[in-house]
């Protein structure tokens, strides 16, 4: 069964916007911090965004910092990632991932993960 399924990834005109959605079945989901990575062809999955369990905290990825915004919906066992001002760069497989809460940085450490979801962003 999975536990961390991806959708609303497409194909998108540069400028324009795109939000995936991540949809856990966790219970106690507030326990979990989340994150999106990507990985481009023939690149190495990156970082993109996490989010801590109670959304208190947010951490970007310089290279979407202002451009892209997380969010998540508890009651809901949902995060979301807001993508504007997509760029042709941006194009990747992205992935949602989860992990135990934990202090310190939300740019790794996760356990869990999803399939992924194909942005395609076209110049």
């Known amino acids: 069964q999975e536990q961390l399924v991806e959708s609303g990834g497409g194909l998108v005109q540069a400028g324009g916007s795109l939000t995936l959605s991540c949809a856990a079945s966790?219970?106690?989901?507030?326990?979990?911090?989340a994150a999106w990575f990507r990985q481009a062809p023939g690149k190495e999955r990156e970082f993109v965004s996490g989010?801590?369990?109670?959304?208190?905290?947010?951490y970007y990825d310089d290279s979407v910092k202002g451009r892209f915004t997380m969010s998540r919906d508890n009651g809901r066992n949902t995060v979301y990632l807001q993508m504007n001002s997509l760029k042709p760069e941006d194009t990747a497989i992205y992935f949602c991932?989860?992990?135990?809460?934990?202090?310190?940085?939300?740019?790794?450490?996760?356990?869990?993960w999803g399939q992924g979801t194909q942005v395609t962003v076209s110049s």
């Open positions: 966790k219970n106690r989901f507030s326990l979990y911090d």
């Open positions: 989010i801590s369990g109670d959304g208190v905290w947010e």
């Open positions: 991932a989860a992990r135990w809460t934990r202090p310190g940085s939300l740019a790794g450490n996760y356990a869990f």
